[in-house]
């Protein structure tokens, strides 16, 4: 074998090898994103999670809680000024995600049940002021768009509820 031949069969050798390290370097690449990705998710799921049971975590919470989804209770401004706190850190948290998954970044599946649960706390008429109050302070259109929706659906339910179209569980 020539020196020439030598050398186009080590320049072959060295552009599939090449080949090989860019494929195990993309394949790395994507497994490192799925794997940040969970990571995130779960982050962020956890933290959803834990400030969602300080609203719940004592009787007095809880208590607390329950009236504000009683409608025939009169609430005292300290219970309305908590409430407002607990929507601003709720609804940023849902914004924070809601840029996440757009991005990719969050799961699907959990981002979809925080939405659920958002649905859930417009059920009271204090979280739902509280949307009307805040309606354009800083969201972003589309994640407007879905809040809206939210409290309109929500709203839609209250006065069927009302006017007797749906029964309570």
Not at 97 to 125: D, Q, T, W
Request: proline share 1%; glycine share 6%.
């Amino acid at each position: 074998m020539s020196l020439d031949s030598l050398y186009l069969v080590s320049q072959i050798v060295t552009v599939v090898v090449i080949i090989a390290t860019l494929i195990a370097i993309l394949s790395q690449g994507y497994q490192t994103n799925k794997i940040a990705r969970a990571e995130l998710t779960r982050n962020w799921w956890m933290a959803v999670g834990a400030m969602n049971q300080t609203s719940v975590v004592s009787d007095d919470k809880a208590a607390l809680m329950t009236r504000v989804f009683d409608l025939s209770e009169r609430l005292l401004r300290e219970v309305l000024t908590r409430m407002t706190f607990h929507m601003h850190a709720q609804v940023g948290v849902s914004q924070a995600a809601y840029a996440l998954h757009r991005r990719g970044l969050v799961e699907e599946i959990p981002f979809l049940l925080a939405r659920r649960a958002n649905a859930a706390l417009m059920i009271s008429p204090i979280a739902r002021a509280w949307r009307r109050a805040n309606c354009g302070n800083g969201y972003e259109a589309d994640f407007q768009g879905i809040l809206d929706a939210m409290v309109s659906d929500a709203e839609a339910k209250a006065n069927a509820k009302r006017a007797g179209g749906e029964k309570s569980a």
